[in-house]
């Protein structure tokens, strides 16, 4: 179209000023016909692209996803593509109605140098006011996709970059670390029941010791009965053998209230003894059975706190995934801008491309020391999770005991005789070892 305009400015320059009206109307004519048609053919153009429709429709596509909440990953990243084509496609339109506006400007010059040479000023007039008037509806669109570039930068900056996602992983890693710490605490408060549990196990023994000592003593009154039949056989066989010394009955009989008087009274002791020991062993069963809830507890808590913190590490290893995905999406997508428009942007590109490989190196680096940061997190998960199942093992362990115990307080009431297995059962006291 422009080399069509720089022929017909050669063909405005051939009519001299002392031609005819004829010559004039055609010198004026041959510039303007083929412009005329130019623009012509550029107005029905842009009434199919105009900035309006084109900005409408992108905009109908795009207005949801800009102020949608919690753009993150692909989404983002697909949002920010759509809008920066968008605006260099009305940076396009800007620099064509700019094009055109210089046209216009240059073919109201002539007709302006053409006034001052022909004698038909009235037409020239009608030609110059029209020329005019599309320049000021040119200029009036330039204004309009001004307007609108600024509306979609301002949208681009507003929407949330890569740099804000790495902010709300940290603030996620920050929370880990608050958990961690609280993780630890629960560790430390783990750590004193077990040694709590530890003393209890050594009470347990302890009882374990005295039942042993009142099985003891019960085997001495089995026998002290047995020795007692015994000695009324004896007695009895006396009496007949020594009917006729009465003197030998009467000590005899004498002795065997004293032995037996003594044995009741030993019984009667030891009968005491186990009695208290008994009331000792049901206060502690009590006690342990108290503990062993506790620890059931602070084991559920411990459990749970494991599965929220093992949640928020893989949400943390996704999200830490997708911004790689999306660091590596915008640097393929800036590739390729910069290769189809590196005649139009080459300073500017030159200008940000610094500050990106700045924030590409430090996005890295950021992602690397989380990466490591998450290593360190799931050992430590793992090692809590080792000593809790070891803690769960001794509560069970000590559940075993204390049913025994039951049972075994059960047959003391029932007044039957205990057996030694029952009572020495091995207990894993270096389990830890």
């Avoid at 063909?11 to 005819?20: I, K, Q, T, V």
């Avoid at 009305?90 to 022909?118: N, Y």
């Avoid at 590596?328 to 491309?353: I, Q």
Wanted: a negative charge; one cysteine or more.
């Amino acid at each position: 179209m422009l080399n069509c305009n720089q022929k017909h400015d050669g063909g405005s320059n051939a009519p001299s000023l002392g031609g005819d009206q004829s010559s004039l109307r055609k010198a004026l004519a041959a510039p303007w016909t083929p412009v005329e048609i130019g623009l012509n053919s550029q107005t029905e153009q842009e009434m199919s692209n105009s900035p309006e429709n084109l900005s409408a429709n992108l905009l109908s596509i795009d207005h949801e996803e800009f102020h949608s909440d919690g753009l993150y990953g692909e989404e983002a990243s697909l949002v920010t593509r759509k809008t920066s084509d968008h605006v260099d496609l009305l940076r396009e339109q800007l620099k064509i109605l700019s094009e055109e506006v210089a046209l216009h400007k240059s073919v109201l010059k002539r007709l302006v140098e053409g006034a001052g040479r022909s004698t038909m000023n009235g037409h020239v007039e009608i030609e110059m006011k029209k020329v005019s008037d599309e320049i000021k509806d040119k200029q009036q669109q330039i204004a309009h996709l001004e307007r609108q570039i600024k509306g979609e930068l301002d949208q681009l900056e507003h929407t949330p970059s890569h740099a804000t996602l790495l902010e709300q992983v940290n603030e996620k890693a920050f929370e880990l670390e608050v958990k961690t710490a609280d993780n630890r605490i629960l560790q430390d408060q783990l750590q004193q029941k077990t040694r709590e549990c530890q003393a209890l196990e050594e009470t347990v023994a302890h009882l374990h010791e005295q039942l042993s000592q009142a099985l003891e003593a019960n085997d001495l009154l089995s026998e002290s009965i047995i020795f007692q039949q015994y000695t009324d056989n004896n007695l009895q066989t006396g009496s007949q053998i020594h009917i006729e010394n009465p003197e030998s009955i009467d000590i005899s009989d004498e002795l065997h209230q004293k032995a037996e008087q003594s044995e009741i009274d030993e019984l009667k002791q030891r009968l005491c003894e186990l009695t208290e020991a008994k009331t000792q062993l049901e206060t502690h069963n009590q006690k342990l059975q108290e503990e062993s809830m506790y620890a059931k507890g602070l084991a559920s808590a411990a459990g749970v706190e494991l599965k929220a913190l093992s949640g928020e590490v893989t949400k943390l290893m996704n999200h830490n995934e997708r911004l790689a995905n999306d660091l590596a999406l915008a640097r393929n997508s800036t590739r390729v801008r910069s290769g189809h428009r590196v005649g139009r942007r080459d300073s500017y590109t030159k200008r940000l491309e610094p500050a990106s490989r700045r924030d590409v190196h430090a996005s890295s680096e950021r992602e690397s020391a989380l990466e490591v940061m998450l290593m360190a997190k799931d050992q430590r998960e793992a090692e809590l999770q080792k000593k809790i199942e070891e803690s769960k093992q001794k509560e069970a362990f000590l559940e075993g005991e204390l049913a025994n115990m039951w049972v075994l307080v059960a047959k003391l009431k029932k007044g039957q005789v205990i057996d030694q297995d029952d009572v020495s059962m091995p207990y894993p006291m270096d389990r830890d070892s």
